[in-house]
C-alpha cells in the first residue's frame, strides 16, 4: 500500500506563495489507475478540497482556489507538488496529500499522507 | 461554511447505536455517491463508508451508511470508546465540478 509525506515550509507571509511537495512511497505515481490529490482542514474546521492531479499532468481544481492553484507531478522523482499564490491568513490550515481511489476526480481519498500545518502569519 | 451540512456534535454512551446525519443538495448527494470519513484526534482522515453504504476493508460492519434522495446517515452500533472522532461526509458535487464535504460532526462517547 502507497505512503504518501508532505513536506514543505510551516509558515508562509502573506501575499507570497504556499508551496507543498506529496512524495509517495510504496506504489508509482505513474500508475494509470489513480489520481493524486490535495485536501486542506482549517484549524478545527471540515475539510476543503483543493486539487487533483494525473501522472499525465492533466489536473482539477476546486473552482473556489482554481484562480490561485497550481498542482503539478514530478513523475521520476515521484512525487506531486502544489503551489497557492497570494496567501491570507484563511488559508491557514492543515494541508494533507491523498490518492483517489482510481482514476475518476469523483472517486473517494483511500490513502493520506499525515498531513502539514501551514500558517499564514508575518 | 460547507456545502454539506452536518451536525456539530453527537453523543452517546458504550453500547448504544448512534447516528450522523448529513444534507446536501440534488447536484451533490442526490446525484452520486456519499463517502464518510473518520478522523480521530490528531490523525488524518481514514476512508470508513463509500459508495453511500460499503466499508473497505477493515472496517467493523458495526458501521454503516445510508442515502435517501438528498440527505444520508452514517450509523454506528454497539458504541465502543474508541469511535470517539470527528466524522465527515462527502460527496462530489456535478454543478461546482468539485468535491464538497460537511463541516464534520464530533462524536464523544460518556
Known amino acids: 500500500q502507497p505512503q504518501l509525506q508532505e513536506s514543505g515550509p510551516g509558515l508562509v507571509k502573506p501575499s507570497e506563495t504556499l508551496s507543498l511537495t506529496c512524495t509517495v512511497s510504496?506504489?508509482?505515481?505513474?500508475?494509470?489507475?489513480?489520481?493524486w490529490g490535495w485536501i486542506r482542514q482549517p484549524p478545527g474546521k471540515g475539510l476543503e478540497w483543493v486539487g487533483t492531479?494525473?501522472?499525465?499532468?492533466?489536473?482539477y481544481y476546486n473552482p473556489s482556489l482554481k484562480s490561485r492553484v497550481t498542482i503539478s507531478v514530478d513523475t521520476p522523482k515521484n512525487l506531486f507538488s502544489m503551489k497557492l499564490s497570494s496567501v491570507t491568513a484563511a488559508d491557514t490550515a492543515i494541508y494533507y496529500c491523498?490518492?483517489?481511489?482510481?482514476?475518476?476526480?469523483?472517486?473517494?481519498?483511500?490513502?493520506w499522507g499525515q498531513g502539514t500545518l501551514v500558517t499564514v502569519s508575518s | 461554511q460547507s456545502v454539506l451540512t452536518q451536525s456539530p456534535s453527537a453523543s452517546g454512551t458504550p453500547g448504544q447505536r448512534v447516528t450522523i446525519s448529513c444534507s446536501g443538495r440534488?447536484?451533490?448527494?442526490?446525484?452520486?455517491?456519499v463517502y464518510w470519513y473518520q478522523q480521530l484526534p490528531g490523525t488524518a482522515p481514514k476512508l470508513l463508508i463509500y459508495?453511500?453504504?460499503q466499508r473497505p476493508s477493515g472496517v467493523p460492519d458495526r458501521f454503516s451508511g445510508s442515502k435517501s434522495g438528498t440527505s444520508a446517515s452514517l450509523a454506528i452500533s454497539g458504541l465502543r470508546s474508541e469511535d470517539e472522532a470527528d466524522y465527515h461526509c462527502?460527496?462530489?458535487?456535478?454543478?461546482?465540478?468539485?468535491?464538497?464535504f460537511g463541516g464534520g460532526t464530533k462524536l464523544t462517547v460518556l
Open positions: 462527502a460527496a462530489w458535487d456535478d454543478g461546482l465540478g468539485a468535491w464538497v
Open positions: 510504496g506504489g508509482s505515481i505513474s500508475s494509470s489507475s489513480y489520481l
Open positions: 491523498a490518492r483517489h481511489k482510481s482514476n475518476s476526480p469523483s472517486e473517494p481519498f483511500d490513502y
Open positions: 459508495g453511500n453504504n
Open positions: 492531479i494525473f501522472y499525465s499532468g492533466a489536473t
Open positions: 440534488t447536484s451533490n448527494i442526490g446525484n452520486n455517491y
